[in-house]
């Protein structure tokens, strides 16, 4: 049962209170910080959409629409939904949370990112998926959308804002095994979407344009630009039809001197 508020029911508050107990010690250490804030992963020219929570539309200019979260990240719909069904998909990996590098930073969704609402960041769940993360070692659980991209770090597979961290108990420690329940979607998981490959990060803006021309004459029919990051640079290729089995193919094959290569989708 997951609360409101994100932390885990009644039924399991004394075994927490018990663990807080024989772990007291760790509440004075100095906190990590945080991860950077994934670059940017919207369309190029952003469209804006009146759509509900689950709307994701995409104009005929190919450009994406605004994914719109409920204020706070979730609902009180969306924790009944959790509470009352199983997930239709899970997946386990390390968790890492981030806040933005400014006030007003807007969120791949294209909504502005709130520390205090609990989203979260993951490279190819559809935005405005629906899923609950547990912390594997400590057992808190809370619901959260996914509302941007990322983490763009190898070995991690989502990235918690403040709020979202707090809740499932990685803020203190940075790092945490987590297992993600997916409970809706707007689209479907896997397919069908708007995806791309991610390339960074790179150390400078000369090395992104160069990295972006060689790109551009390896795959001519993609569309390929470079955009600055938080203190570093980075590279996406949309094969056409930001088909998905060609970002694999890309994001499988492509040779680098430096930089890594993420598929994530744009939906």
């Known amino acids: 049962m997951i609360a409101r508020d994100g932390r885990i029911a009644a039924t399991s508050a004394l075994g927490l209170m018990l663990l807080a107990a024989g772990c007291g010690h760790h509440q004075t250490a100095r906190m990590p910080a945080p991860q950077a804030a994934p670059p940017a992963l919207t369309a190029e020219t952003p469209a804006t959409s009146s759509g509900g929570p689950e709307a994701s539309a995409t104009t005929g200019s190919g450009r994406i629409a605004v994914t719109p979260a409920p204020e706070g990240g979730v609902s009180d719909d969306d924790l009944q939904f959790v509470e009352s069904h199983d997930p239709i998909y899970s997946f386990e990996g390390n968790a890492t949370w981030y806040r933005a590098p400014y006030k007003g930073r807007r969120a791949a969704n294209g909504e502005v990112f709130h520390n205090s609402a609990m989203t979260a960041a993951n490279r190819t769940l559809p935005m405005g998926t629906?899923?609950?993360?547990?912390?594997?070692?400590?057992?808190?659980?809370?619901?959260?959308?996914?509302?941007?991209?990322?983490?763009?770090?190898?070995?991690?597979?989502?990235?918690?804002?403040?709020?979202?961290?707090?809740?499932?108990?990685?803020?203190?420690?940075?790092?945490?095994?987590?297992?993600?329940?997916?409970?809706?979607?707007?689209?479907?998981?896997?397919?069908?979407?708007?995806?791309?490959?991610?390339?960074?990060?790179?150390?400078?803006?000369?090395?992104?344009?160069?990295?972006?021309?060689?790109?551009?004459?390896?795959?001519?029919?993609?569309?390929?630009?470079?955009?600055?990051?938080?203190?570093?640079?980075?590279?996406?290729?949309?094969?056409?039809?930001?088909?998905?089995?060609?970002?694999?193919f890309i994001a499988r094959h492509v040779r680098l001197s430096e930089g890594q290569p993420y598929l994530t989708r744009l939906d």
Not at 154 to 181: C, E, H, N
Not at 184 to 194: Q, V
């Open 130 to 248: 629906l899923v609950a993360v547990t912390n594997l070692k400590t057992g808190q659980t809370a619901a959260m959308r996914i509302t941007d991209r990322g983490p763009f770090v190898p070995d991690r597979i989502i990235d918690l804002s403040p709020a979202s961290a707090k809740a499932v108990g990685i803020y203190w420690t940075g790092l945490a095994r987590v297992r993600v329940d997916v409970y809706r979607s707007p689209k479907p998981l896997d397919g069908a979407g708007r995806w791309c490959v991610q390339i960074g990060a790179l150390s400078s803006a000369r090395k992104a344009e160069k990295l972006k021309k060689e790109l551009l004459r390896k795959y001519p029919d993609s569309h390929v630009i470079e955009f600055a990051g938080e203190k570093s640079y980075w590279v996406r290729i949309r094969p056409e039809g930001d088909n998905r089995q060609e970002a694999e």
